[in-house]
């Protein structure tokens, strides 16, 4: 096990370094373009690739850094650069950890590489999960997956919705009840593969922030895909589902919804994105605060916005250190006692929120306008307190591991 540090090594201050050169030189000068064209960025996303920052390669290397700093501090780096773009970069890599998580290793060798093209010929990925009635209460889906036994295939019906990438994916993951008795426990993940028919893209949204990054529903009609397809494969699934019947039986009750805790290892990596727009907004208004002049001197001479910045620097350093050590702890297959990867989204996505709003007031009237990229960052940072689980649902989360209470 590594031993928990809140220092990067070499190794990793160069790859910093790296991502944070990329961030500067192609994100962030593309972000204000693309974010008023509300349109995926296939450019950014192809140099991206060209220099090895979009490819599994580089995710799995964050992914299985032992100090479980790797992808905390890519996360920072790249939604330092724009939340929009950045996310248009890592969606994939938050539905090709959906298969690397749960696929078998001829799942993984055949789907991933087609979840990212190559540099040529880019592609990108979609992580189906949430419904129009089934957002935080997951156990509410309603996309139904079938067994044909005869053809060895599953024909799944259902819409799914402000799915990233939805529609526009090579790769969809679809999650689908394959057992309605079992609530979330009947639940299983499929791969639908490019041009599958009946698989269509529904409304695309107009969003508030991360207008860079798709969102649309995907709807799903008869949609037949091979027994290879479920993530994990077939036997597998018999046995999961036979144990949470048993389960069920015993405790006399439908299956509590589990779920949620399992997010609290993905959960750190939000947390980083919402560090790093956090950051970015704080140190324009830094910069900003010491170069505007009112009143003959300089606005951070006053108290009043100097201990703004001193209050936002604070929440962002100790947001980070809560991310880096949920990270660390999933890394180290720590058991989250705390619910400590809810605390770090929770926290971080909050401070992204409230930094951001402090940097619009200390920008003034330019704070207020797409002149500055404040106002573009905290239109984004909204994003941070609602997706992979809101804030209200890491509160729910915590309060009820800290009392030992079921999560559902
Ligand atoms: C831009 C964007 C991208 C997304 N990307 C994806 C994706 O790629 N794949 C995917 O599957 N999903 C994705 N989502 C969906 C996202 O995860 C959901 O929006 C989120 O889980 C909340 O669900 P909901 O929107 O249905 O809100 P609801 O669950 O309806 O919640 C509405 C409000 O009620 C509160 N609330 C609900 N239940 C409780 C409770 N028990 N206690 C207290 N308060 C509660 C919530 O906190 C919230 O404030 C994305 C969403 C957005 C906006």
Redesign the pocket.
Known sequence: MAEFTMELNDEQKEVRDWLHGFSADVIRPAAAEWDEREETPWPVIQEAAKVGIYSLDFYAQQYFDPTGLGIPMAMEELFWGDAGIALSIVGTG?AAVGVLANGTEEQIGTWIPQMYGDANDVKVA?????EPDA???VASMRTRAVYDEAKDEWVINGT?T???NGGIANVHVVVAVVDSELGSKGHASFIVPPNTPGLSQGQKFK?HG?RA?H?AEVVLENVRVPGSCLLGGKAKLDERLARARERAKAGGERVKNAAMATFEASRPAVGAMAVGTARAAYEVALDYAKTREQFGRPIIDNQGVAFQLADMRTSIDAARLLVWRASWMAVNGKQFTAAEGSMSKLFASETAKTVTAQAVQILGGNGYTREYPVERMHRDAA?YT????????QR?VIARTLSGMPIR
């Open positions: 938050l979609a992580f189906c999960s949430s957002g935080s209460d799914k402000w799915a990233t969003k991360i990054s969102t994003i609602i997706f992979e689980g809101t804030s209200e649902i729910l």
